[in-house]
């Protein structure tokens, strides 16, 4: 028992002296904010003082193994070195809340490269157009939707206010009578349509929101394909409803028709998924 006292002591004399290391199970990466800063020097205290070991200069990420008194204890180049942490952005480990698909650019129309599931953790770089986010996954650069990470409070506060989309949709369609249905994947468009076969939609005009893309990476990640007992596709529909024809056109014709019956819009949908966990 004796013995085992001493062990103790010793041990309390050595923590003291070392930097204080972030306790929390997520990693964190720091990059530099070129806003602030397009060099900065790297030192191998937490002070300044004659010990500058080396520079940065572009936005490569740094594992952060440390912060204490305004300095990021950083991994650099396999060296222990210190930053402040005034000049860098730093990125915490966000988790995966649903299945979400990850993209090689920052839209649905981009390549499909892998399907992320509940709990798969990636690496958020910056914010990216359309509320994706460019992510760093097992050394992949690609982008996944927002709505389906778990972004720490420091990331969300980096979102920018206004953003501008460049690209605008339309199109007029006066039936739906067969397959040449021409759609797209984002909310941010306008259409006229003289007609429907219910007459009780005659009044929809879309959503101006991404209130529809919400809704279909929280069914199915985005998958056309995604299946779950009756239901399947990208807005999980019922296989009665798509009538054996399960086309992304067919899909996205219905859906829109499901919603307009129901609904009025797709943002009155994503209203009741909020309110309910389904549409």
Not at 48 to 70: F, L, M, R
Not at 126 to 132: H, I, P, Q, R, T
Not at 180 to 195: Q, V
Not at 233 to 246: A, E, I, W
Request: proline residues 2%.
């Amino acid at each position: 028992m004796k013995n085992l006292k001493k062990y103790i002591i010793a041990v309390a004399l050595v923590v003291p002296a070392v930097l204080s290391v972030n306790n929390e199970s997520n990693a964190s990466s720091a990059i530099l904010n070129s806003n602030r800063a397009t060099a900065v020097n790297v030192r191998s205290e937490a002070k300044e003082a004659n010990n500058i070991i080396g520079q940065i200069t572009d936005k490569s990420e740094y594992e952060v193994t440390g912060e204490e008194n305004g300095w990021l204890q950083i991994d650099f180049n396999g060296e222990t070195g210190y930053v402040g942490a005034y000049w860098f952005n730093v990125n915490e480990d966000a988790k995966v809340t649903s299945a979400a698909s990850l993209r090689s650019e920052a839209t649905m129309n981009s390549n499909l490269l892998d399907v992320l599931q509940v709990g798969d953790v990636v690496m958020p770089i910056e914010w990216a157009a359309n509320d994706y986010v460019k992510v760093d996954y097992n050394g992949q650069v690609a982008y996944v939707y927002s709505e389906n990470l778990a972004l720490s409070d420091s990331f969300l506060a980096l979102k920018p206010v206004h953003k501008t989309y460049t690209t605008s949709y339309s199109y007029s369609e006066p039936s739906y009578s067969n397959n040449s249905y021409s759609y797209n994947d984002y909310s941010d468009y306008s259409y006229s349509e003289p007609s429907y076969s219910n007459s009780s939609s005659q009044g929809y005009t879309g959503s101006s929101s991404n209130a529809k893309e919400i809704i279909a990476q929280r069914e199915s990640g985005g998958s056309y394909t995604a299946t779950n007992g009756q239901y399947y596709g990208r807005y999980q529909l019922s296989s009665s409803y798509l009538n054996g024809d399960y086309s992304p056109e067919n899909q996205e014709r219905v859906a829109d028709e499901y919603v307009s019956n129901r609904y009025g819009s797709w943002d009155a949908a994503l209203d009741f998924w909020n309110a309910n966990g389904w549409y």
